[in-house]
């Protein structure tokens, strides 16, 4: 490419999850090794791309509940690159002046994102953190000035915590982050599970390993005690098209989704 790739803050020539996941959705922020690799997760799972799709659905039809719900202010950490329907265009649909913090610790994400809300206003922030430290998340300055943490928040933890391995200790950076949080707050969560199909579950790890992250599938009741001290709103923890669908989405069956998702909302 004729520069050297350190100065840009990345390597090109590295799988990166993120634009992993806007190739899979269709988008154009990726490079070769990005979509060489997608193609051998594909080649097994062909359904991971109709997957994606539904997991960022999810996603906006969550934002939508919430923000039904009363909740004016969302922290989404793990963000990715900003594709259609992002949280704060969502959210505005329901409240004109709903405030969104996006945490990403990605310098590709975090440029999109932050080129892409240039003109947004002043109620969207972006924020370089690291979900596996969500001390240092909480406290940022921008976080703390954009989050009144004594109202109730929208934590979004979609598609991020199956790069979180078991050694970075799930249930501790949950708790941390359910205890910032006031009654009335919603965990909005999406994961990988490796109680779907097989092949897609070998194929997605193998492939990962040399990803930026790696991929943790978990069990339904290891995804499940995530959601411990939240209450999970109907219909519970489900696969994907599943969770309140407003569109008929034809998977067949449900777990080719491959996805695990559920909100849930703090007493």
Known sequence: ??????????????PNIARLYDYYLGGKDNFA???EAAERILAVAP????????????LGRAVRFLAESGITQFLDIGTGLPTQGNV???AAEVIEDARVVYVDKDPVVLGHA????????????????????PEEILNHEDVVKAIDFGKPVGLLLVAIMHFIPDGDDPARILTTLRDALPPGSFLVLSHGTRDARPAAVTAGTQVYEGATSPLVLRTRDEIGTLFDGFDLVE????????????ISVQFDPPETSLILCGVGRKI
């Open 114 to 133: 932050r080129a892409l809300l240039a003109g947004a206003g002043g109620t969207t922030t972006v924020v370089e953190g690291d979900l596996r430290r």
């Open 235 to 246: 219909p519970g923890l489900v696969w994907l098209p599943e969770w309140r669908p407003d």
């Open 88 to 90: 704060h265009e969502v």
């Open 33 to 35: 090794a990005d979509r």
């Open 47 to 58: 359904e991971l791309r109709l997957a994606a799709r539904e997991n960022r659905a999810f």
């Open 1 to 14: 490419m004729g520069q050297d790739r350190r100065s840009w803050g990345f390597d090109p020539t590295t």
